[in-house]
């Protein structure tokens, strides 16, 4: 049997009124019936004090990761806390663009930018342009010259060579991966030249990025300590460490605090002599654990001896880091929070894939039944962002609450949305 509920992966407005939750003031089991399941519930409380606690610690130089979770309704919500933001395809662009997002507070990411994005960017006059590869260097000159484009100011990613102990497929700072100039090699060294020598580029900066759901704080530290050796020689001013912080997920898991990070980064920074502006691109740490997924329960499975199988109405589609990375979460009844939690279940998705599972092992109450509303807490962050429709099923929508109140702030696609770009 498991114990409580582990009320720290729950958004910060949660609590249990007469045995129920309730969120941002909504009870769960409402909303459910409000705007239906699948659905995406955040705490707009959550969200806003994450975002402030980011642009305290950085001393006003935040920029939020937008891969993590981006709607118009979030985009608008980071600009009023005073954060910059991190987007990383023209799609992302638009999406700021369209929220009224000032261009100038963007800073604009990406292995393998397009000309067409290299143009909208630019035209659009982004504050910052990472640059990540010499190729990316040669469009930005062609642009220039060829079209009278820029000079576009830019910072030079730098791959540092730090073990980030995460998962491989989110490490992204050792020297055998597809983003950065390697400093081992001496390619930052060469790209921090060009960049300064360049007619179509203003350097003003370096910046390097480690990898995802990361907690060991001497990681960001050791990147931060080869950031700032490579950055100091060329006079260049501006630091950008990235993101990465983990967040827990499961019972037992802990993680540092945003200033505890900070701390860390600017720190570290400071000791080697930087003086100019020290910045960072949290997103999941500002987003995961503000938002839980609801979903309804519609078959049950027992396997006598082997396992309870909980099937419920969305699945990979709409949390699809179960199937990519392994990744754990925890599962509860909203109606029952303070109910024992001793039936052990495998939750799992409506998809025809036997990976198709969001919670591997979770407890609930030995009386959850069909038609049972189940809440699986911190999917705040890739869960909207890397839905798919896979087998059509229609993406959930997502919903704000604060203060009693709830807005939709996502609908929920329809079986029309789908056929909008078929031509056939």
């Known amino acids: 049997m498991a114990g409580p509920l582990p009320f720290h992966l729950l958004p910060d407005t949660s609590e249990v009124v007469n045995g129920r939750m309730v969120v941002g003031g909504c009870d769960l089991g409402e909303l459910a019936e409000q705007y239906g399941t699948p659905v995406f519930v955040y705490d707009e409380r ?41 987007v ?16 100038d507070r963007l800073v604009f990411h990406g292995n393998n930018k397009s000309p067409d994005e290299l143009v909208m960017a630019i035209e659009a ?18 642009l220039f010259a060829r079209r009278g484009l820029g000079p576009v100011d830019v910072l030079i990613r730098i791959t ?16 055998d991966t597809k983003f950065g100039f390697t400093v081992s090699t001496g390619a930052a ?29 001497e990681s960001f530290r050791e990147s931060a300590r080869i950031v700032a050796r490579l950055a100091i020689p060329f006079g260049l001013e501006e630091l950008s460490l990235g993101g990465g912080l983990g967040v827990p997920y499961v019972e037992g898991e802990s993680a540092p605090s945003i200033p505890e990070w900070a701390e860390a980064l600017v720190g570290t920074c400071r000791a080697e002599g930087v003086t100019g502006p020290i910045t960072a691109e949290p997103g999941r740490a500002i987003v995961a654990s503000a938002a839980l997924t609801l979903y309804r329960v519609g078959t049950i499975k027992e396997i006598e001896g082997v396992r309870t199988y909980l099937a419920v109405d969305g699945g990979m589609s709409d949390n699809p880091r179960p199937v990519l990375y392994g990744s754990g979460y925890e599962v509860f009844l909203p109606r029952a929070v303070s109910a024992p939690r001793e039936r052990e279940v495998t939750v799992v998705g409506k998809h025809c894939e036997s990976g198709d599972r969001l919670v591997a092992s979770g407890w609930v109450p ?17 869960g909207h962002s890397m839905g798919s429709n896979y087998q059509k099923v229609p993406r959930p929508p997502v919903v704000f609450v604060a203060d009693g109140e709830s807005r939709l702030v996502v609908r929920r696609e329809e079986y029309a949305d789908m056929f909008r770009l078929e031509v056939g």
């Open 366 to 382: 030995g009386d959850v039944g069909v038609g049972d509303v189940i809440a699986t807490p911190v999917t705040g962050a890739y």
């Open 88 to 103: 990383a395809t023209g799609g992302e662009l638009a999406m700021a663009l369209q929220a009224g997002f000032p261009p």
């Open 189 to 217: 060294d060469q790209a921090v030249r060009r960049a300064k020598e360049s007619p179509s580029m203003r350097a003003r900066g370096v910046h390097a990025h480690i990898g995802s759901q990361v907690f060991r704080l």
């Open 125 to 142: 006059g982004v504050g910052r342009v990472v640059v990540d590869s010499f190729d990316e260097m040669d469009r930005i000159d062609h």
């Open 46 to 86: 959550h969200l806003r004090s994450r975002c402030q606690q980011a642009a305290a610690a950085f001393g006003g130089e935040a920029v939020y990761a937008a891969k993590a979770f981006l709607c118009l309704a979030m985009a608008r919500l980071v600009q009023s806390e005073g954060l910059g933001m991190d």
């Open 160 to 175: 540092p060579g730090v073990d980030a102990h995460t998962h491989e497929f989110v490490a992204t700072g050792h020297d």
